[in-house]
């Protein structure tokens, strides 16, 4: 006896998504979709099996396909909302991603505009070519999907056929993976900033840190952001990551200025895509305003991207954040195609110069100290602070002490420490202070 889900399954399923990408657990024996349902979602199998099935003309049920972990079936729903073509039913219990077809309109709407275009031109393709066959294809094997569409095409199989289909499928299985456990991590706040030290020149004092985000995940340890950040931008994580960053530095804050002083500040990390709409100046308003900080000890780091999309909008959130008293920073100053134009265009306090310039201070005669010296120079002439990072040698700090830097950063001074460290470090400053 078959274990049937409520009619249209793949609409209660939709529905229930909010437009994300959610794994559920299926007995066995589930009827996922049946032959003539409506299309709502795609699947992709991270475990257990799934067969496709189709009624015979006597009524009998007829397994097409039988499908495993990293397979991906009834995605015409994602482009389509014709009846489905045949039926699908789990085999044995099974963990399967369901995709609903907003999440597919969510990654596509933030693809850069000419990927967008290409892609929504192969979608467009691909529904004409899979209109007619059955959502039992099993696209993966050789003498399946690829014969039946070159019947309807009437092309050779190699012009058709995509080689690397099951690494694809793995790399994206595993960055579904990732994204539900982000989710996961967020809703335990297992999420934690580390704090490096950003230090004063000439006088060699602490002046702040900035706030680096790590995870404390529950089976891998400490990870650092450029095993997660990525798909976090990709999914739109990132956006509760900052402000889960946010609101821990202005939790940490008061204990950080009882040891170091009311002049302390800590940098904290925002993303472009916080850029898109104004809501951030509302978040960060609400955050402020709840923790009861003072605006004065919180600067924003952003990145080029932040601006590049949309400059007066990004100017709009930008005022918005400075007349709520906090600093802006515009990190990784000087690898951006553009970066020398924002200095009069966009409200920013500070520059941080790239760290791949200051390793480049004592290579090619003196043409690395030549660019920090017009870095520093441009801003000085709009009133800014710079700071230099990925200070590693004494003698870069003599550098940048002669070129006039405010202040420095890098691993000479300290690495990003835990809470409990930094503390230390402020109490017990190291020698070459």
Known sequence: MKKKLPHSQDSALARSSGGLIKRHIFPAGTLLFKEGDPRECAYLIDRGEVHITERTDRGAEKVLCILNEGEIFGEMALIDTTPRTASAITAEESE???MPRQALENRISGLDPIVSLLVSLLIERYSVTRKHLPESIKQGHIGDFILKVSRYENLPDDLLRLYDTAEKREVARQELKLEEELRAGLDRREF?????????LPGLQLAGFEALIRWQHPEKGLVFPDQFIPVAERTNVVQDLDRMMLE????????????AGPDIFVSVNLSGINFETGDVVQTVAEILRKSKTNPHNIKFEITESALIGDPALAEDVLQGLKALGVSI???DFGTGYSSLGYLHKFSI???KIDRSFVMQLHDNGNRGLDIIRAIVGLARNFKLEVVAEGIEKERDVVALNSLG??????????KPLPLSDALTFIETPPSWT
Do not use: N
């Open 248 to 259: 821990q530095v202005c939790e940490i804050l008061p204990v950080l200025l009882k040891k």
């Open 329 to 331: 920073a515009l990190d």
């Open 349 to 351: 306090d500070t520059l």
């Open 405 to 414: 830097c405010d202040f420095a950063q890098g691993y000479l001074f300290s």
């Open 96 to 98: 399967i991603f369901v």
């Open 192 to 200: 934690i900033p580390y704090l490096q030290p950003i230090i004063t």
